[in-house]
T-cell receptor, first 114, second 112 residues
Framework: ELKVEQNPLFLSMQEGKNYTIYCNYSTTSDRLYWYRQDPGKSLESLFVLLSNGAVKQEGRLMASLDTKARLSTLHITAAVHDLSATYFCAVDTLTQGGSEKLVFGKGTKLTVNP | KAGVTQTPRYLIKTRGQQVTLSCSPISGHRSVSWYQQTPGQGLQFLFEYFSETQRNKGNFPGRFSGRQFSNSRSEMNVSTLELGDSALYLC???????????FGEGSRLTVL
């Protein structure tokens, strides 16, 4: 059974600092997704990583995927308060019958303090 | 393009009742998935439908069921509600090529 582990689960950081969130998964997959969730809201898609070595950047966030290490990272550069949210990684596993389902990590609650 | 629409957004039920939640996917998306989100268990996969067929089901009891219509709209039903069914139920649609899911705002169910 695929397991997805994120760390840290809670992250409090100061504005202007850099930090990395890690996402490890237990079985072979080459599709990984990052989502953001604000309190009381739904999930917003941030990045879609579809191959080994994939790197995507949007603003102060950069995501990468190493399928051999079964590891994805979400790097935050010069954090600002607006980045405060919960970030989830999710791994796709193509199941029998051709359907795909995502297995989510438990999420990293990021708080950026002034 | 309109996003994924879920109704109702909030509802309160009592134990033993049943509930039906509705989801309209993004136009052109044929795959619809349902997830349950709770503080304790996080996001858990319920089931996925494609062209009116359930392609995959998560580890939930038979009280949880769903269906998809020919226009790709989907419903999920929970019968004999239990307190532990209180959760945010999220519907997501996908156009299939990348596996990326687009989520609706969710239906927040409270069971008293």
């Amino acid at each position: 059974e695929l397991k997805v582990e994120q760390n840290p689960l809670f992250l409090s950081m100061q504005e202007g600092k850099n930090y990395t969130i890690y996402c490890n998964y237990s079985t072979t997959s080459d599709r990984l997704y990052w989502y953001r969730q604000d309190p009381g809201k739904s999930l917003e898609s941030l990045f879609v990583l579809l191959s080994n070595g994939a790197v995507k950047q949007e603003g102060r966030l950069m995501a990468s995927l190493d399928t051999k290490a079964r590891l994805s990272t979400l790097h935050i550069t010069a954090a600002v308060h607006d980045l405060s949210a919960t970030y989830f990684c999710a791994v796709d596993t193509l199941t029998q019958g051709g359907s795909e389902k995502l297995v989510f990590g438990k999420g990293t609650k990021l708080t950026v303090n002034p | 393009k309109a996003g994924v629409t879920q109704t109702p957004r909030y509802l309160i039920k009592t134990r033993g009742q049943q509930v039906t939640l509705s989801c309209s996917p993004i136009s052109g998306h044929r795959s619809v998935s349902w997830y349950q989100q709770t503080p304790g268990q996080g996001l858990q996969f319920l089931f996925e439908y494609f062209s009116e067929t359930q392609r995959n089901k998560g580890n939930f009891p038979g009280r949880f069921s769903g269906r998809q219509f020919s226009n790709s709209r989907s419903e999920m039903n929970v019968s004999t509600l239990e307190l532990g069914d209180s959760a945010l139920y999220l519907c997501a649609s996908s156009e299939g090529s990348t596996g990326e899911l687009f989520f609706g705002e969710g239906s927040r169910l409270t069971v008293l």
